[in-house]
């Protein structure tokens, strides 16, 4: 049997079939009797919108590309509520912009469930877009707005709601090594702070010696494999060779996404306590079809599109004894924070890789948090914390005040 140009779900169904290993394959598990729990808690908030603002974000990032968020504000009853729509291509995000105007269907009275349903029914991008992935940012994006507006407006905010309490939150930090990959990334972040750990992407350029210094500095707690995304940049072909010096290289790293193929399945089945999974995973459905239980997870929100998806995975690992930490797609807006607040709740000591935005600029100042993170929940909402309201970088502060020139001649 073959792996190579096969879907992922295909590629798990045939590792089922091989019976590599007794336990290799995930036994059929039944969701928790309550398994809506946290869903429950926000689910029937009354929800009024009278009004949805799309407005623009753009920054240069450390991995070298222009990064277009849109925040999605929606108005109701004197308050505001926000998310943050982190779809990749500019393309789909001007064309979003283009129909502003068009978004009056949100108007109403509802509850955050009967909200969820509308937007889950809508058709979110006025063209098609460039990857199909992105309609679960967009959702995502209107439906934390949505939450953090009828708490705002129930005067709650989501750990009242949902019966948790915000506490400091571990981060780490994504960093480019560069082509060909070199330490130079990591010993200036770590000049900042010498307590810095980081989640990193293996690519073939990873030498031994690269290998080597990394575990002499024993900070990467997480190194991401790329093995499953498609019609990306970042995809990665799957190397035996690599996946087996960077599992051996680096023994307390998480290993993430790796590729199951004929060629990598006997190194990862031997290692898959260590195996994590991002990509793959947008409900408990895809949980229960992985090749082998998960002791972790990357749980990234906009790939669950909708809240309920989202709480009810957390609950789901929560009941079968699997550890999380969360992942962000370089929010710029308001989602940032709202990752950071879910990670306070859900997984505060993960790897979450969930720095403050400012380490994804191109040019990261100095005076960085740490981690980890203070809590910073606003006292009503699902908001987090605080973040620049600046279309752009190159805009001058609110307040801003030019310093006077002299006049030539005096």
């Known amino acids: 049997m073959s792996f190579d140009g096969r879907s992922f779900a295909e590629d798990l169904q045939g590792v089922r079939q091989r019976g590599l290993s007794e336990g290799s394959a995930t036994a059929p598990l039944d969701l928790a009797p309550n398994a809506d729990a946290t869903y429950a808690r926000v689910a029937e908030l009354p929800l009024s919108v009278e009004n949805c603002d799309l407005l623009p974000l753009v920054r240069d990032t450390s991995s070298g590309f222009t990064k277009v968020?849109?925040?999605?504000?929606?108005?109701?009853?004197?308050?505001?509520?926000?998310g943050e729509d982190i779809t990749w291509d500019q393309i789909d995000q001007i064309e979003q912009l283009r129909r502003a105007g068009e978004l009056s269907w949100l108007r109403g009275r509802r509850t955050v469930d009967e909200f969820s349903a509308l937007v889950g029914l809508a058709d979110l991008f006025p063209v098609e877009p460039i990857r199909d992935s992105v309609r679960f940012y967009r959702r995502w994006a209107f439906e934390s707005a949505a939450l953090d507006l009828a708490l705002r407006q129930n005067g709650l905010s989501l750990q009242d709601c949902v019966g948790r309490v915000a506490t400091p939150v571990a981060f780490v930090v994504s960093v480019t090594l560069g082509e060909p990959?070199?330490?130079?990334?990591?010993?200036?972040?770590?000049?900042?702070?010498p307590g810095l750990h980081f989640k990193l992407d293996a690519t073939a350029s990873w030498d031994d010696d690269l290998l080597a210094e990394l575990a002499l500095l024993g900070c990467v707690d997480v190194v991401d494999m790329k093995g499953h995304y498609r019609n990306a940049t970042v995809a990665m072909d799957p190397d035996s060779d690599l996946y087996r010096r960077v599992i051996e290289e680096l023994p307390g790293a998480w290993i993430e996404d790796p590729a199951v193929t004929n060629h990598t399945i006997e190194i990862l089945e031997r290692h898959r306590s260590r195996i994590t999974w991002d990509e793959p995973i947008h409900s408990v459905d895809d949980i229960e079809a992985l090749p082998w239980p998960p002791r972790m997870l990357n749980i990234k929100p906009a790939r669950f599109g909708s809240v309920r998806e989202l709480f009810q995975t957390y609950d789901y690992c929560e009941a079968h004894g699997i550890g999380a930490y969360g992942g962000g797609m370089f929010e710029q807006g308001p989602g940032r924070g709202q990752l950071q607040y879910l990670a306070s709740l859900f997984h505060p000591d993960g790897p979450n890789d969930l720095a403050p935005a400012g380490y994804n600029l191109q040019r990261p100042a100095g005076d960085l948090p740490h981690s980890p993170l203070r809590p910073q929940p606003h006292q009503t909402g699902f908001r987090w914390g605080s973040y620049d309201t600046r279309r752009s970088v190159r805009e001058r502060p609110p307040g801003h005040r030019p310093e006077a020139r002299p006049r030539a001649g005096l």
Do not use: K, Y
């Open 69 to 82: 968020s849109i925040v999605v504000r929606l108005t109701g009853d004197g308050h505001q509520g926000e």
């Open 181 to 193: 990959a070199s330490i130079a990334p990591v010993r200036a972040m770590r000049s900042m702070d």
